[in-house]
């Protein structure tokens, strides 16, 4: 669902760039919205007023403890255009949602030295249901395929090349 409350079964969209960040999420289960979180897993973002320490590096909840992962999650952000409207959207992912998405980003990579770009793919992005024993949820699903013209895409990764 998008801001304006319309739904799709799927979408058509190009992936101008991709960006590693992390996000921590308050511990109270009622409370579960982001308290700190970094766009390049390097400094805090703007958009918190109050981050937890001034780099990632310095956050008491960025470390692994052996082999626990970190309290602070970590998050990919792509930047895509919507291919019918044209629309720039943020898609971020984490969790169980990061693996699928590795995925795509890797069937791209390995056309790099061919030198293609993430904004040279289209993506039917969909939803797909995971079922196991005591729990659900979904994961996203892309179908490549490649364009044979990419110029308007790469006009608006020039474009929004710098954007957080």
Same mark, same amino acid.
Request: hydrophobic share 35%.
């Given at each position: 669902?998008?801001?304006?409350?319309?739904? *799709?079964?799927?979408?058509?969209?190009?992936?101008?760039?991709?960006?590693?960040?992390? #996000?921590? *999420?308050?511990?109270?289960?009622?409370?579960?919205?982001?308290? !700190?979180?970094?766009?390049?897993?390097?400094?805090?973002?703007?958009? *918190?007023?109050? $981050?937890?320490?001034?780099? !990632? @590096? %310095?956050?008491?909840?960025? +470390?692994?403890?052996?082999? %626990? $992962?970190?309290? !602070?999650?970590? =998050?990919?952000?792509?930047?895509?255009?919507?291919?019918?409207?044209?629309? +720039?959207?943020?898609?971020?992912?984490?969790?169980?949602?990061?693996?699928?998405?590795?995925? *795509?980003?890797?069937?791209?990579?390995?056309?790099?030295?061919?030198?293609?770009?993430?904004?040279?793919?289209?993506? =039917?992005?969909?939803?797909?249901? #995971?079922?196991?024993?005591?729990?659900?949820?979904?994961?996203?699903?892309? @179908?490549? @395929?490649?364009?044979?013209?990419?110029?308007?895409?790469?006009?608006?990764?020039?474009?929004?090349?710098?954007? %957080?």
């Amino acid at each position: 669902m998008n801001l304006t409350g319309e739904q *799709f079964d799927e979408v058509q969209v190009v992936f101008l760039k991709v960006i590693k960040g992390r #996000v921590y *999420f308050a511990e109270d289960a009622n409370e579960r919205k982001p308290l !700190c979180g970094s766009p390049d897993r390097i400094k805090p973002s703007h958009r *918190f007023p109050q $981050p937890i320490a001034p780099t !990632c @590096t %310095e956050c008491p909840y960025s +470390p692994w403890n052996g082999m %626990e $992962p970190p309290v !602070c999650n970590e =998050t990919y952000n792509l930047l895509g255009v919507m291919v019918d409207l044209g629309l +720039p959207f943020w898609w971020s992912v984490k969790s169980t949602a990061i693996a699928p998405t590795k995925r *795509f980003l890797s069937a791209i990579a390995l056309r790099a030295r061919l030198g293609k770009n993430l904004f040279d793919a289209q993506a =039917t992005l969909r939803s797909q249901l #995971v079922a196991m024993p005591g729990k659900k949820y979904h994961v996203p699903a892309y @179908t490549l @395929t490649w364009l044979k013209d990419s110029s308007l895409y790469r006009e608006l990764y020039e474009q929004y090349a710098h954007e %957080e």
